[in-house]
């Protein structure tokens, strides 16, 4: 049945498994092999590192362009809204596109957007091309998953995965480091600029070798309704995680009608995508077991992790003393044992059972951050980098494991739409997670710090230290600000304690999740006994 035939019924021809080999194109193989997937990584890499560049930046750019710290934060929920919406549209776009076209159409709209945040010179132009910036960023990081796959054989598929998977979960850890240094040494467009010849050179690259890797179209109606009600609720859901706390939660008006909102948007969305023909979000690949227990963990695990990667440069900068570039050494080491560990774990995860690898990720993952839950404010750069080597085992055996779960027994021309959900649910529960974190570590601080006061107040210790801070010269006002300064890094740190305790216990709780998962050997392309586990 030809395209138009198919547009006049109003639906798709079948597809059967002889169709679907005859469809997937060959490995690639050799140094064409090695480019292509240092061209999808580094597409990845820079996706996923602008989502935390800016972080740190904001100060600067408020500065900059004239706004306050409280506006310039826009930049950050601009982006990660319009990036959450476009990330679940990928399966759609890339029935109607073509994946390779489609990847090479974002990666150029993201680079071109980077170069005008760059130039932008005032909050409301920035905050725009940010926009801009996220919705084209979205089927990038689904898509580099899906052509890398296609890249490799089947059997090698965990390979593919450990490769892809090392820079999506460096990248979180590296932005804020690289976004300081870039602030403090240079100036922050450069923040955006360094996109431009990454976004070149991964474009070319695919470009070269994957045009002729194009996967078929198909001229689908589009789901208005769904489409709209996607925004929806997703901008209402991502603005109101992003400003819930500066706004005081549920006693803000607007972040009342914000979750009112995104509540009731889901729901008609929900019913309307289950429903409709031609569905802008394949809702019903949960429907799958595999998928919506993988998706699950990751999410929950994924949001734990992101609260903490967003919580200790935070403790270490604000109370610690240290640096940004100090805190970005302090961290990078995480990586050291993710990239190493990475391709073994992709090489033995058709061999392995996918839940033994995210089973040991999750105990290693609580191990860590319990041993970040005994920290203390004498804690020296050793003690506090320990913890941290550590977390890269759990990160090399966290990420691919519960992919190759998510896409087990999948078609080929499933994956955009599951990768794109799939990614969807993490990076919302990223938001979530940070959410979350940062006020619970407030909400803490505050209750340590009326307990510290109170046994001050009771200790005749605290008079004597007063006084001997007077006597050396400091006005009552200066000695009085001077201990309580010392009692807010005691509060926030004991914070910082309960965050790592009650992270630890949740990831351990997960690992119920991962087995309710059937077990998924092989691929992501597995194939009979994979099929099956829905």
């Not at 320990?386 to 779960?405: C, D, E, N, R, W």
């Not at 999948?410 to 739409?417: C, N, R, V």
Request: hydrophobic residues 55%.
């Amino acid at each position: 049945m030809s395209n138009d035939t198919t547009k006049a019924a109003g639906k798709r021809p079948p597809v059967t498994a002889a169709a679907n080999a005859a469809a997937e194109p060959a490995s690639l193989t050799g140094g064409t092999l090695a480019l292509g997937t240092v061209a999808l990584s580094l597409a990845t890499f820079m996706n996923v590192l602008d989502t935390s560049i800016a972080n740190v930046s904001i100060p600067a750019i408020a500065g900059d362009l004239g706004v306050s710290p409280d506006q310039g934060t826009w930049v950050i929920t601009s982006f990660a809204v319009a990036n959450a919406i476009s990330l679940p549209l990928t399966g759609w776009l890339t029935q109607r596109y073509g994946q390779v076209r489609l990847f090479i159409a974002s990666v150029l709209l993201f680079m071109i957007a980077s170069f005008l945040c760059a130039l932008a010179p005032t909050l409301g132009l920035l905050i725009a091309f940010r926009v801009v910036q996220g919705a084209v960023a979205g089927p990038m990081i689904p898509l580099s998953q899906s052509l890398l796959l296609s890249s490799y054989p089947k059997a090698k598929a965990g390979t593919a995965l450990a490769l892809w998977g090392i820079t999506t979960l460096v990248a979180p850890v590296v932005g804020p480091v690289l976004g300081g240094w870039i602030t403090d040494n240079i100036s922050w467009p450069w923040i955006f600029y360094i996109n431009v010849p990454v976004g070149l050179a991964a474009a070319a690259v695919t470009w070269g070798i994957y045009r002729t890797r194009e996967t078929p179209t198909h001229k689908l109606p589009i789901d208005a309704v769904g489409l709209g009600l996607l925004i929806l609720w997703v901008g209402a859901l991502q603005v109101m995680l992003d400003k819930g706390k500066d706004l005081d939660w549920f006693g803000s008006t607007q972040i009342t009608i914000l979750a009112i909102t995104a509540l009731v948007g889901f729901a008609i969305f929900v019913v309307w995508e289950l429903t409709e023909d031609h569905p802008v979000v394949d809702l019903r690949l949960f429907a799958r077991r595999n998928f919506w227990t993988s998706s699950l963990a990751m999410s929950l695990a994924y949001g734990a992790f992101f609260g903490n990667v967003v919580l200790l440069p935070l403790w270490l900068q604000q109370y610690m003393g240290y640096t940004a570039t100090d805190a970005g050494i302090l961290l990078a080491p995480v990586g050291l044992l993710a990239i190493l560990l990475t391709p073994f774990v992709g090489r033995t995860v058709n061999k392995i059972d996918p839940r033994v690898f995210v089973t040991g990720a999750f105990i290693v993952f609580a191990l860590v951050l319990y041993m970040r839950s005994k920290f203390n404010t004498s804690a020296d750069f050793w003690t506090l980098m320990i913890p941290t080597i550590i977390q890269g085992a759990a990160m090399a055996m966290f990420f691919i494991p519960l992919v190759t779960l998510s896409l087990s027994g999948l078609a080929a021309q499933k994956i955009p739409s599951a990768s794109g959900l799939f990614n969807f649910a993490r990076i919302t529960a990223g938001s979530f997670g940070t959410s979350i974190t940062t006020t619970f570590w407030d909400d803490r601080a505050t209750l340590h710090h009326a307990q510290l006061v109170e046994r001050i107040g009771s200790n005749p210790a605290s008079a004597q230290a007063l006084s001997a801070m007077q006597a050396s010269g400091l006005t009552p006002e200066q000695s009085y600000a001077t201990l309580n300064r010392l009692v807010d890094q005691q509060a926030f740190m004991l914070s910082a304690n309960d965050v790592f305790f009650v992270s630890a216990l949740l990831f351990l709780a997960l690992i119920a999740v991962v087995w309710l998962a059937r077990p998924a050997r092989g691929s992501a392309h597995a194939g009979e006994a994979a099929a099956g586990a829905h």
